[in-house]
């Protein structure tokens, strides 16, 4: 494969990732407007918000069985669509069962798009012969914050689901389409192929379950700050309600900026060492967090946090491709389940450890899943994991 195709493979790459980040962010951030609408109960709307991450879970575990017989790439150039129309579903009905629909077929479909997503990504690292994953997900990261603005803004201006999302769909849909045009996937640079639709060798459960626990405890952070930090900045560290909507805004902002530095850290200190200090850095966040005697010392928590966690989750993808080289598809597709039951444990989790003990302590239970990385944190070398140690190309080759 050609270094101008390996260059516009990651650049069509990156633009779905970033195309991901607006639509989600989107959609979870203009949740109690959708509850309105519709009129959804509080004691519904939970089991309307579970049930997306469990049929992205089937979609996700559907899509391994799916690119035994065609690629990834063809998987994510018609799960994209989806998605967004569905975006555009869940603001353009009127009764309960047409969100239900919407948000179902939301759920199967991004299922469906972060495993293929993260598929491509794994291989494109392997045929770049080093570390590149980051990226990506630095480019969802920008989607979010993107997203969440063009969300505010909808807010703000008291604009329709319809008006907020459509604009959004119209320009981002067919950039999607037109990108995909140029998706690549190709050989490793050490002489193994990434393995070809129906082929490739067994994923045993006992070895990626390490990565799983990771994936789970990030996830579980992340859902953390994403459902519980404007509520505890205000009710626990008595900060202002204006006050209270930053943490999360901070916590996306630093997440880019780790993502946008956290490959050249693999490739410097290798992919251990940038996993085990991501950990500590999150798990320091976690306790300033805890201990923190007023709403600026939470703000600092909850910027170490963004710092930590942001490169746990694309070099747990990254590890798994590098552990199972000839079969880094199924693998992907399994290790992003555990995506959906961080998400589905984290935010319960400390709901009820706040509302039975005190939210102080509930920040204490991540923090330590966190730290347990580190446990876990040889798994993310079963190759050498700095991409130029042995087996980087030469520079003259080097494609971005």
């Not at 969300?151 to 950039?175: Q, R």
């Amino acid at each position: 494969m050609t270094d101008a195709r390996l260059r516009y493979g990651r650049a069509s790459l990156a633009l779905s990732f970033l195309v991901q980040g607006v639509t989600f962010a989107l959609l979870v951030t203009r949740i109690p407007a959708i509850q309105d609408r519709y009129g959804i109960s509080d004691g519904l709307l939970p089991a309307f918000l579970a049930a997306v991450p469990v049929l992205a879970g089937v979609a996700s575990v559907a899509t391994e069985k799916v690119v035994t017989r065609v690629r990834p790439g063809v998987v994510l150039r018609w799960a994209q669509p989806v998605v967004m129309l569905a975006l555009l579903g869940a603001g353009a009905g009127s009764e309960v069962w047409q969100v239900a629909v919407a948000l179902g077929v939301f759920g199967l479909a991004v299922g469906a798009l972060d495993a293929s997503m993260n598929m491509m990504g794994v291989n494109l690292q392997r045929a770049y012969g080093r570390s590149i994953m980051l990226g990506f997900h630095a480019a969802y990261s920008l989607g979010g914050i993107a997203g969440a603005s063009m969300a505010w803004a909808g807010a703000h201006w008291d604009l329709s689901l319809l008006v907020s999302y459509l604009p959004a769909v119209v320009v981002l849909l067919p950039a999607a389409l037109l990108g995909s045009r140029w998706y690549a996937e190709g050989k490793a640079v050490d002489g193994k192929p990434v393995a070809e639709p129906g082929q490739g060798a067994s994923v045993p459960f006992r070895m990626l379950l390490p990565l799983c626990l990771v994936m789970a405890f990030a996830y579980i952070g992340d859902s953390t700050v994403s459902n519980w930090s404007a509520k505890y900045l205000q009710d626990v560290l008595g900060g202002s309600e204006q006050l209270a909507t930053v943490p999360y805004n901070v916590y996306m902002v630093t997440t880019l900026l780790g993502r946008a530095v956290g490959d050249l850290g693999v490739r410097r200190f290798g992919a251990v060492a940038v996993v085990r200090g991501g950990s500590v850095l999150a798990a320091v966040g976690f306790a300033v967090v805890a201990v923190a005697p007023g709403a600026w010392w939470g703000m600092l928590g909850f910027t170490l946090l963004g710092l930590g966690l942001c490169v746990i989750v694309p070099q747990t993808f990254a590890a798994a491709g590098r552990m199972f080289p000839g079969a880094s598809d199924a693998a992907v597709a399994r290790l992003n389940v555990f995506n959906y039951v961080g998400f589905l444990v984290g935010s319960p989790l400390v709901g009820t450890l706040g509302d039975a003990w005190s939210y102080r302590g509930a920040m204490l239970v991540p923090m330590v899943l966190v730290l347990a990385t580190l446990v876990y944190a040889r798994s993310f070398g079963a190759e050498p994991a700095r991409y130029g140690v042995g087996h980087e190309r030469a520079r003259a080759a080097d494609v971005g």
